[in-house]
């Protein structure tokens, strides 16, 4: 059973930052691929950044390139997602979510197709 379990999130000033982790399991997580997603109030999830621990590719949404930094341990077969420069528009719930294969390049149909999310882990940025 495909279980993540995601931890890190609080309560941060702008400009502050933020280490998400996303600790996976029952899966052969060099085979996956391991997306980050985030849900603001009254709107839909959308995708933030997506890794491949197999070959290290990473993929980021345009919003937070440059300040956001996906990373991924495979002995604790766990993805980071580092948060720099944080702004009051990167609150919201923050969530991970894994799928077999290179599916990187799809993080926007995935965040729309999507429907198992899990407890995810609140961020919030004050001004």
């Known amino acids: 059973e495909v279980q993540l379990v995601e931890s890190g999130g609080g309560l941060v000033q702008a400009g502050e930052s933020l280490r998400l982790s996303c600790e996976t399991s029952g899966f052969i997580f060099e085979n996956y691929a391991i997306g980050w997603f985030r849900q603001a109030p009254g709107k839909e999830h959308g995708g933030v950044s997506c890794l491949t621990p197999s070959d290290s590719k990473t993929f980021y949404a345009d919003s937070v390139k440059g300040r956001f930094t996906i990373s991924s341990d495979s002995a604790k077969n766990t993805v980071y997602l580092q948060m720099d420069s944080l702004k009051p528009e990167d609150t919201a719930k923050y969530f991970c979510?894994?799928?077999?294969?290179?599916?990187?390049?799809?993080?926007?149909?995935?965040?729309?197709?999507?429907?198992?999310w899990g407890q995810g882990t609140q961020v919030t940025v004050s001004s």
């Open positions: 979510a894994a799928e077999p294969g290179p599916k990187c390049h799809l993080l926007k149909l995935w965040a729309s197709l999507n429907n198992d």
